[in-house]
């Protein structure tokens, strides 16, 4: 039966949820004038020296195709532990520098009629070939970066990382260069590609507009939706791009600085494709926890000195 496109890495994919980080783009701050009588927030990172971030993944995937009367159904599942170590902060110019890694994850992948395959990276045991790669990651340094507070990345030293952003957002949240109103609104442009019929590759241009829906209790409740700005007619370059088009909702620490969840969702259903009979539906949740966050006792003596 012909695969399309959306399973040839599809392993690999299990762990992008925490794996991704892409480039912080410029956002643009738009404040309708309905909300000009409101409080402004100003939304920036401010993370500590020493302190260690922990935050648990969770993705959720299940995708259904028919081609040529033929229906095959993929569930994969993965959930992780995400890990910022903090290494330095500059107090002249406020940027701020993490180690990122992966310190474990449970795997499952299900792909027709196959048995599920499994694996807990937390049991010792070695895992199915389909997950060796991932195992080769887990605990060790896969990107360290330095942004500012706008989220933006200045500096980034890749160790076994990726850029590739599949709607699931980067690393971190880009963030207004001012303080905004609730119901103000910034857009951060990006670039996906499809391949055409011909083989040719078609770059798609797409926005992640963000707004600030709500702010309670020191906490900023924001929605972002995926938006295509170059025109999608051909069912084949849909297909390639619907899951990396995402609407969600990210609640932000205004006062420590840092993202305490976010949650994503894609649900959609693609006919003709492959033929006039065929068709995909993709329909997936990706859930992240800020569950922990530590500091060393280093960073800790530094703070009460201060104090002093």
């Not at 200045?154 to 971190?172: C, D, F, I, P, V």
């Not at 609730?182 to 078609?202: D, I, M, N, S």
């Not at 949740?285 to 104090?307: F, G």
Request: glycine letters at 8%; a neutral charge; hydrophobic letters at 35%.
């Amino acid at each position: 039966m012909t695969r399309i496109t959306v399973f040839a890495s599809l392993p690999m994919t299990l762990l992008l949820a925490v794996l991704v980080g892409s480039a912080g783009a410029q956002p643009t701050d738009n404040a309708s004038p309905a909300v000009q009588a409101e409080p402004a927030y100003l939304l920036h990172y401010q993370l500590k020296a020493g302190e260690t971030l922990q935050y648990q993944v969770t993705h959720v995937a299940k995708t259904k195709t028919r081609i040529r009367g033929k229906d095959e159904l993929t569930n994969v599942r993965s959930l992780s532990t995400k890990v910022w170590n903090v290494e330095s902060v500059d107090s002249a110019t406020g940027q701020m520098t993490f180690v990122h890694m992966v310190q474990d994850t449970e795997l499952s992948q299900k792909i027709g009629d196959a048995d599920e395959i499994r694996w807990d990276s937390k049991s010792g045991e070695e895992p199915p070939y389909q997950f060796e790669s991932v195992k080769a990651t887990l605990g060790k340094p896969l990107t360290t970066v330095s942004i500012n507070g706008q989220g933006q990345e200045k500096e980034r030293e890749s160790h076994a990382g990726t850029k590739a952003n599949l709607g699931m957002g980067g690393l971190t949240l880009p963030l207004p260069p001012k303080p905004i109103k609730v119901g103000a609104t910034w857009a951060v442009p990006r670039q996906t590609h499809a391949r055409l019929a011909g083989g040719e590759v078609k770059r798609i241009d797409v926005r992640e507009l963000y707004t600030l829906t709500k702010v309670q209790t020191g906490v900023a409740t924001i929605t972002v939706q995926s938006q295509p700005i170059t025109p999608i007619h051909d069912a084949k370059v849909k297909s390639q791009v619907v899951q990396q088009l995402s609407n969600g909702t990210i609640k932000f620490d205004i006062d420590a600085g840092r993202v305490l969840s976010k949650q994503l969702d894609w649900d959609e259903t693609v006919v003709g494709f492959e033929g006039a009979e065929s068709m995909m539906e993709y329909r997936a949740r990706l859930n992240e926890t800020l569950i922990e966050t530590k500091t060393s006792v280093a960073a800790r003596s530094i703070d009460q000195l201060k104090l002093k």
